[in-house]
């Protein structure tokens, strides 16, 4: 009787065991698909001009020397003095620089395309570039350029001719890395077309909502399951900004910036993240990585001298007052200082310690220095690396 238990217990034991380690391997082939980098085979991004790498310069003149001069040696359409957060991005995922959609000339876009342009806001404007500034390319002009690609990527690969070697493959659209950086003008173009701070806080229901628009898109119509979007920076800590915008001395903090205007992005950052949180449940498939980049930037500008940067608010390419920038001469131009004609950047001898670049825009050190810290996930939602961010939560 004994020995018949045994026996009954014994082919018990040895399927309960392979269950066991059947399960066991389930779990670690799950947990190794979980860790594993993403393959981006190309980036797609949408901004504005901190992420501009060539469509401004190709649709109005190219951005002038001393800009890219500390990382490309000349003038590399890029308002800075060297490398933009999307260059890093694209740097760590194992591709190429982005080259503009705009740019027709030596332009490769197997490692995807870039459809920001400088002076770009997320709504449309009705103004022209000559009154307000901004790009005639918004973010859904940046969508209909992005779908009209897609296409023709197709049509030309198909035709199997030379230009399909310059075009992503098609794989590319599905496992790419969506980028956006785009926000800061809706925000500042209002207030410099003297809206109030009330009024400009209206708009963002109607901003963000265009903004789901052109996400949800992108995923119908296109494909893409991979997101990197990026809130935006401390507007009320930008030369141009405070130079142009009545501040009175109690509205600025302790750092010199300008708490209305930063509270205003502020504002914008928290409904973005709350629009995002609803793009997640409707959009099931969607890896959706929400960046805070105003919280990094901020980091550095109000702890510059812990990081090795000096005087974080005054721009580093321009030219006079407390902020070294003149809304009428502006980063590369010329000006006459006692009968001699002075290009304007000469000044800034030392871009590596410098934070602002020329009252907009942002030096390559304080991108490297921001690109650093969010590559991690350390200021994302959720926290993933960028390496990552093909993997839902």
């Not at 860790?35 to 901190?50: E, L, M, Q, R, V």
């Not at 009330?198 to 898109?217: E, H, N, W």
């Not at 004609?341 to 001898?349: F, N, P, T, W």
């Not at 991108?367 to 810290?373: I, L």
Request: glycine share 10%.
């Amino acid at each position: 009787m004994e020995s018949g238990r045994r026996k009954t217990l014994v082919p018990s034991l040895l399927f309960l065991l392979i269950l066991i380690i059947s399960l066991s391997n389930q779990s670690l082939i799950l947990n190794a698909t979980i860790i594993t980098k993403c393959h981006f085979p190309a980036i797609f991004n949408f901004g504005d001009s901190n992420s501009d790498t060539g469509g401004l310069s190709a649709a109005f003149g190219q951005a002038p020397p001393p800009n890219g001069e500390t990382f490309f040696h000349r003038p590399a359409a890029r308002y800075s003095d060297g490398r933009l957060l999307i260059d890093f991005i694209a740097q760590r995922v194992g591709l190429a620089y982005l080259g503009a959609y705009l740019d027709a000339l030596g332009s490769n876009f197997t490692a995807g395309a870039n459809f920001a342009t400088g002076g770009s806001t997320i709504r449309p404007q009705n103004t022209s570039r000559h009154q307000s500034g901004l790009s005639p390319f918004s973010l859904n002009v940046q969508s209909y350029q992005f779908n009209d690609f897609h296409l023709r990527t197709q049509i030309i690969r198909k035709a199997d001719g030379v230009f399909k070697e310059l075009l992503p493959k098609t794989e590319a659209f599905s496992h790419g890395l969506y980028t956006f950086d785009i926000g800061q003008n809706d925000l500042t173009g209002g207030l410099l077309l003297n809206l109030s701070i009330d009024q400009v806080k209206a708009s963002v229901p109607d901003i963000l909502g265009q903004f789901k628009t052109v996400v949800k898109d992108v995923y119908d119509k296109e494909g893409g399951r991979s997101f990197w979007i990026h809130n935006t920076g401390p507007i009320g800590c930008l030369p141009y900004v405070l130079e142009h915008l009545p501040i009175r001395a109690g509205q600025m903090d302790i750092n010199g910036c300008a708490n209305p205007f930063n509270e205003l992005a502020q504002f914008f950052n928290r409904r973005l993240k709350e629009l995002v949180g609803q793009l997640r449940k409707e959009l099931p498939e969607a890896a959706i990585t929400y960046v805070d980049i105003y919280k990094a930037r901020y980091a550095l500008i109000s702890q510059a001298s812990k990081y090795g940067f000096d005087h974080p608010l005054r721009a580093c390419c321009g030219y006079g007052g407390k902020y070294n920038y003149n809304t009428h001469i502006g980063c590369g131009g010329k000006v006459e200082n006692k009968g001699k004609e002075i290009l304007v950047g000469k000044s800034c001898e030392d871009p590596s310690v410098k934070i602002i670049w020329d009252g907009i825009h942002y030096t390559e050190a304080a991108n490297k220095w921001v690109f650093d810290r969010i590559v991690n996930g350390s200021f994302s939602d959720p926290s993933v690396p960028l390496q990552m961010a093909c993997h839902r939560k």
